[in-house]
């Protein structure tokens, strides 16, 4: 089984995810928010990591087998993103088609709720009994690389203008001797979060990668670069066994009573929130210190 925690974003990854590399990049790249209009928290992540952007770590997995983290730093406008997303969409499609799909196999009635599982809903216009399940995850997958590859510009400045002020933190997970990716993870700070809030937008395992806790050493990484995180946090399917085991594992627990980024917000019906707070756990940061760049 697969691990992932990217479906709860579906309906905001139009927001989240799509940019790609347009003709005013050079403008977008150099796009600079007055330190007035962001938060404090915002402000001091920017002062921290003003010389450095990018980076790569190498570590070892719970087998001893050598892997390399690829990292960057950077706002919603950058083109590094529509890169990022290039090279990890079809791993992103093809795991988060199969969470999906097995959440509507336990939950049919959420169909209707939105996102990439609306585009599956004239595949139950016959009774749950006559879903083709196949054509469910095929849909699903079309869907997500079609969110992947979306021109954000098509959005409109109003869409944009609330993610301007956000950071974005993206890494990639590969074998050292090979060069196959493994996995990656996405985050973003923005105004609205707490001081010390990193949201972790998604986290993806390769299925045949699952037992070498890759989504640790991810976790991690974030740590090692902005080691003045205080929590993060995200959410995932209830039906999502081995993400909630993985964040457990990493030290996470079950948020109950979640505040959610009015950016961007999602029905809560269906899902749950996983938090992890480096005053009550140091596993991640025990890992941390074991990524050498």
């Not at 990854?13 to 928290?41: A, D, G, R």
């Not at 499609?93 to 209707?112: C, D, G, M, N």
């Not at 890494?171 to 985050?187: E, H, N, W, Y």
Request: hydrophobic share 40%.
């Amino acid at each position: 089984m697969s691990f992932n925690n990217y479906s709860p974003f579906c309906v905001v990854l139009v927001f989240v995810y799509s940019v790609i590399i347009c003709k005013e990049s050079k403008q977008m790249n150099n796009h600079n928010v007055p330190q007035s209009t962001l938060s404090p928290w915002l402000i001091d992540v920017k002062k921290a990591t003003i010389s450095k952007k990018a980076g790569q770590f190498i570590t070892n997995d719970t087998s001893g087998s050598p892997v390399v983290i690829d990292w960057q730093i950077t706002d919603i406008l950058s083109s590094d993103i529509a890169a990022f997303k290039q090279n990890v969409c079809d791993l992103a499609a093809e795991v988060t088609a199969t969470i999906e799909t097995q959440f509507l196999r336990a939950h049919p009635e959420a169909v209707s709720q939105g996102g990439f599982l609306q585009t599956c809903e004239p595949l139950f216009a016959h009774g749950i009994e006559n879903v083709d399940w196949q054509a469910v995850e095929k849909t699903i997958q079309t869907s997500i690389k079609q969110f992947y590859l979306m021109d954000i510009s098509k959005f409109g400045t109003d869409i944009i203008n609330k993610l301007a002020d956000d950071i974005y933190l993206f890494a990639s997970i590969k074998d050292q001797k090979t060069g196959t990716l493994l996995g990656f993870i996405m985050s973003s700070i923005t105004p609205a979060l707490p001081y010390g809030d990193i949201k972790v937008i998604n986290v993806v395992i390769a299925p045949e990668e699952q037992d070498r806790e890759l989504e640790k050493i991810l976790f991690s990484t974030i740590l090692n670069i902005i080691p003045s995180v205080k929590r993060l946090f995200t959410i995932t399917r209830p039906t999502n066994s081995p993400a909630i085991a993985a964040y457990k594992r990493c030290g996470f627990t079950q948020d109950r009573n979640p505040v959610q980024d009015p950016n961007h917000k999602v029905a809560m019906e269906h899902f749950v929130i996983f938090e992890y707070k480096t005053e009550q756990s140091d596993i991640l940061q025990k890992t941390a210190t074991t990524l050498i760049d």
